[in-house]
Nanobody, 126 residues
Framework: VQLQASGGGLVQAGGSLRLSCQAS????????MGWFRQAPGKEREFVAA????????DYVDSVRGRFTISRNNAKNTVYLQMNTLEPEDAAVYYC????????????????????WGQGTQVTVSS
């Protein structure tokens, strides 16, 4: 499966952005999907993930309550709605996919995802 992330940009602190991850090559119905981010000089970190069934989600504590991950299997797309953005949220955001037989499993570790898209830059001005 190929992944294409988009929707990044420059936003003021307190603003919102919605990232999209368009999948191609395979339908994502049987894939758990995730978002990671990497700031300069830092490790790539988990942000959010959603199970293949869409019944379960998980978030890193720093974005819980501000970010929402969702999916539209009919459009083969996963979204990350980011509200109340903070300068600390600035990073390159990557989407990732994991083929998952357990429909409610939510992976959260980098090594659990086999497929990665290119990143989309999010810049937050203070």
């Amino acid at each position: 499966v190929q992944l294409q992330a988009s929707g990044g940009g420059l936003v003021q602190a307190g603003g919102s952005l919605r990232l999209s991850c368009q999948a191609s090559g395979r339908t994502i119905n049987s894939y758990a999907m995730g978002w990671f981010r990497q700031a300069p000089g830092k490790e790539r970190e988990f942000v959010a993930a959603i199970s293949a069934s869409a019944g379960r989600t998980d978030y890193v504590d720093s974005v819980r309550g501000r970010f929402t991950i969702s999916r539209n299997n009919a459009k083969n797309t996963v979204y990350l709605q980011m509200n109340t953005l903070e300068p600390e949220d600035a990073a390159v955001y990557y989407c990732a996919a994991r083929f998952e037989i357990q429909s409610d499993y939510v992976p959260a570790a980098k090594h659990e995802f086999a497929f990665w898209g290119q990143g989309t830059q999010v810049t937050v001005s203070s």
